[in-house]
Antibody
Framework: QLQLEGSGPGLVKPSETLSLTCTVS??????????WGWIRQPPGKGLEWIGT???????HYNPSLKSRVTISLDMSKTQFSLRLRSVTAADTAVYYC??????????????WGQGTLVTVSS | QSVLTQPPSVSGAPGQRVAISCTGS?????????VHWYQQLPGTAPKLLIY???NRPSGVPDRFSGSKSGASASLAITGLQAEDEADYYC???????????FGGGTKLTVL
């Protein structure tokens, strides 16, 4: 049974960098028919795709966040990570890590982490 | 288009049928991409409900069904139950994002 568990600080100061890690158990991050990504949900609002990384290490990002985002994959630790630079209050959200099928397989998210609330505040 | 268009809320009495619409454009649903649906119970992560327009993952009751036509899709829930009260999101692939695009979400209230 695949499980994803996100972890990281729940409070980040404005202009600093948000860093989250997702640990994958019950599956491998190196399988070519799955991608790994991050989605966020501001309080009381809808879902927004942040970005996705492929097993070969190539990442793709939402254009609206691309200049501030880096997603990386550590296959030896079965983890992938999110870094979002220069955060503002608008980045306050629950951040979900997720397993994502590529477009050739339907482009849907079949497994989600529990979510990590990150608040940006001084 | 920044989000797929969903009604903010729908409601129905127990046992009734409700439908939630999801409208896209020529860069997403209208481009031929599949539509998927997620259920988000209060305080929890979203859960895959329907994939590939009309397919249910194992464990999802057949009271839930999905359909797609042109640039729109619909989620139908029959035999409404109290535990169906949740937020529902549609999702498709978007050529402008080169990634997944979500609907704004629909809150289902069971009266």
């Amino acid at each position: 049974q695949l499980q994803l568990e996100g972890s990281g600080p729940g409070l980040v100061k404005p202009s600093e960098t948000l860093s989250l890690t997702c640990t994958v158990s019950g599956g491998s991050v190196s399988r070519s028919n799955y991608y790994w990504g991050w989605i966020r949900q501001p309080p009381g609002k809808g879902l927004e795709w942040i970005g996705t990384i492929f097993y070969g290490g190539s990442a793709h990002y939402n254009p609206s966040l691309k200049s501030r985002v880096t997603i990386s994959l550590d296959m030896s630790k079965t983890q992938f990570s999110l870094r979002l630079r220069s955060v503002t209050a608008a980045d306050t959200a629950v951040y979900y890590c997720a397993r994502h099928l590529p477009i050739d397989y339907g482009d849907y998210i079949d497994s989600w982490g529990q979510g990590t609330l990150v608040t940006v505040s001084s | 288009q920044s989000v797929l268009t969903q009604p903010p809320s729908v409601s129905g009495a127990p046992g009734q049928r409700v439908a939630i619409s999801c409208t896209g454009s020529s860069s997403d649903i209208g481009a031929g991409y599949d539509v998927h649906w997620y259920q988000q119970l209060p305080g929890t992560a979203p859960k895959l409900l329907i994939y590939g327009n009309s397919n249910r993952p194992s464990g999802v009751p057949d009271r839930f069904s999905g359909s797609k036509s042109g640039a729109s899709a619909s989620l139908a829930i029959t035999g409404l139950q109290a535990e169906d009260e949740a937020d529902y999101y549609c999702q498709s692939y978007d050529n402008n994002l080169s990634g997944p695009l979500f609907g704004g979400g629909t809150k289902l209230t069971v009266l």
